[in-house]
């Protein structure tokens, strides 16, 4: 199982927000952070500030920082946000008899079942479980290069 790139930007943004929560960061302090696409950020920082996670501020002194403190974002709810539905296989989307043999397969319910622990384990986590580490908070805190 491999995350989608938006579900990584995302979660790195939110601990780098959850770091740096003095006042507000900007698309560009972040990109050149990670050494990531502006622009891809910038689409996922629309899309957290949709869901709720990241409140933006327009102006000189704008940027975006955390909508609610960082134990209050499950790692989960930001997966399940970023990936929409998680489908391993073809049998999980909105066409289920596109496979000829989904009438009588047991894998989708063991693959379901996966799933389900993955995010089970995700849900036991928060923003601020992920960014607790003085380690990451040093370097996050670091100007970008």
Do not use: W
């Not at 003095?22 to 502006?38: K, M, W």
């Not at 869901?51 to 209050?72: E, H, K, S």
């Not at 989307?93 to 043999?101: L, M, N």
């Not at 397969?105 to 063991?110: N, T």
């Amino acid at each position: 199982m491999r995350l989608n790139l938006q579900t990584d930007y995302a979660l790195r943004l939110l601990m780098h927000l959850a770091a740096n929560s003095r006042g507000p960061v900007t698309i560009a302090e972040v990109a050149g952070r990670f050494r990531i696409s502006h622009a891809h950020l910038m689409k996922v920082a629309y899309l957290l500030g949709k869901a709720g996670f990241v409140q933006t501020i327009r102006g000189r002194a704008g940027g975006m920082r955390l909508a609610r403190p960082a134990a209050d974002i499950g790692v989960g709810d930001v997966l399940r946000q970023m990936e929409g539905d998680i489908h391993l296989v073809e049998c999980f989307g909105s066409a289920p008899d596109a496979c000829v043999i989904s009438r009588a397969c047991r894998l989708k319910g063991v693959l379901n079942e996966a799933v389900e622990a993955f995010l089970s384990v995700l849900d036991r986590y928060t923003l601020a479980d992920l960014s607790a580490n003085p380690r990451l908070q040093a370097l996050l805190r670091e100007r970008a290069a």
